[in-house]
């Protein structure tokens, strides 16, 4: 009898330790998770969508480079933002990065102007904010703040704005670059149509993308 109360005492105790072990790993799991946020995030750092009702990670960091123009980028589209550039000067078709990373505070400045160039024009403050929205992003739903968007323009001693758009429109798929706020998308966008907000997917997205005629939120999120 004293054996078999051994024993049961021996298997409970194991059972316990058992029940502790898998306990810890679901901790350490969890803990991971809140402080490692970001991760799948990076991962998936060139399908990130962030707009009006999806906000940039907290934790979400971006290694830069300067172009340049001093414009600064996410260091992993450079290249193909190069070859897409010189393909561009090729067919005689001169772009520039108008607009590439922002700070949160850059991104705050923005639609502090805008705002204000609004109420100039006579809107009341409330109405100077909504319209303003309607063109620039409030810091933490902005792609810029991504590194991997970018505003692009024209060299105008060269070529016309319209030259430069056009172009891109026809092409930019084939380097993985995909026109963000395309036009009949404002309401799954939240951002009017720019014809000069790029943002870099990769090629295989890009092409599908361009192809299926949708946006990035349709792409990703549906």
């Known amino acids: 009898m004293a054996k078999k109360r051994k024993r049961n005492r021996i298997a409970a105790l194991f059972k316990s330790l058992t029940i502790t072990c898998i306990l810890l790993v679901l901790f350490a799991c969890f803990v991971d998770d ?5 991760d799948s995030a990076q991962e998936d750092w ?10 940039l990670p907290k934790a979400y960091s971006v290694d830069l480079m300067e172009l340049s123009n ?7 589209i450079y290249p193909s933002l190069q070859k897409m ?8 078709v001169y772009p520039i990065v108008r607009d590439g990373y922002r700070t949160a505070e850059e991104q705050q400045e923005l639609m502090d102007e805008k705002i204000q160039a609004y109420v100039n024009e006579g809107y009341s403050r409330a109405d100077a904010k909504k319209a303003a929205e309607d063109w620039v992003a409030i810091p933490g739903t902005s792609e810029h703040q991504l590194g991997s968007a970018v505003d692009i323009n024209a060299d105008k001693a060269k070529c016309s704005n319209e030259e430069v758009y056009a172009w891109l429109a026809e092409n930019a798929h084939e380097y993985g670059f995909i026109l963000r706020y395309p036009q009949g998308k404002e309401d799954l966008t939240g951002i009017s149509y720019e014809p000069w907000h790029y943002r870099y997917v990769g090629i295989e997205v890009a092409q599908a993308i361009y192809q299926q005629g949708v946006c990035l939120e349709e792409y990703v999120l549906s």
């Open 85 to 92: 550039f010189d393909d561009a000067r090729a067919e005689g």
């Open 70 to 76: 001093g414009e600064r980028i996410d260091s992993r």
């Open 46 to 55: 060139n399908l990130l969508v962030v707009n009006q009702w999806n906000e």
């Open 34 to 38: 809140i402080f490692h946020p970001a």
